[in-house]
């Protein structure tokens, strides 16, 4: 399996972006798709999860503005991010767990800077 996150960029302060994440293979619809975030000096934390049923979670810093969801036909995950604040920043990756094993993306960098 093969993970591409697109969609990074800068942005103000209150702005909005779409991360997407495209998986190659066939296990895409039965994976638990995550998107996690490394702000600079600091360790990876989850960002959000989506199972392959659609149940969500969020880390609590985002609940509200940020949105995880998937399209299975597409092989996509998707992270829809609103009103974006300076503590945002960071590299944002995406996560394919399938039996207890992680594939990850390369990575998208995400700044909101004014």
């Known amino acids: 399996v093969q993970l591409q996150a697109s969609g990074g960029g800068l942005v103000q302060p209150g702005g909005s972006l779409r991360l997407s994440c495209a998986a190659s293979?066939?296990?895409?619809?039965?994976?638990?798709m995550s998107w996690y975030r490394q702000p600079p000096g600091k360790q990876r934390e989850l960002v959000a999860v989506i199972t392959s049923s659609g149940i969500t979670n969020y880390v609590d810093s985002v609940k509200g503005r940020f949105t995880i969801s998937r399209d299975n036909a597409k092989n996509t995950v998707y992270l829809q991010m609103n009103s974006l604040r300076p503590e945002d920043t960071a590299v944002y990756y995406c996560?394919?767990?399938?039996?207890?094993?992680?594939?990850w993306g390369q990575g998208t960098q995400v700044t909101v800077s004014s």
């Open positions: 996560n394919l767990r399938y039996r207890g094993t992680d594939q």
């Open positions: 293979g066939s296990i895409f619809s039965i994976a638990v």
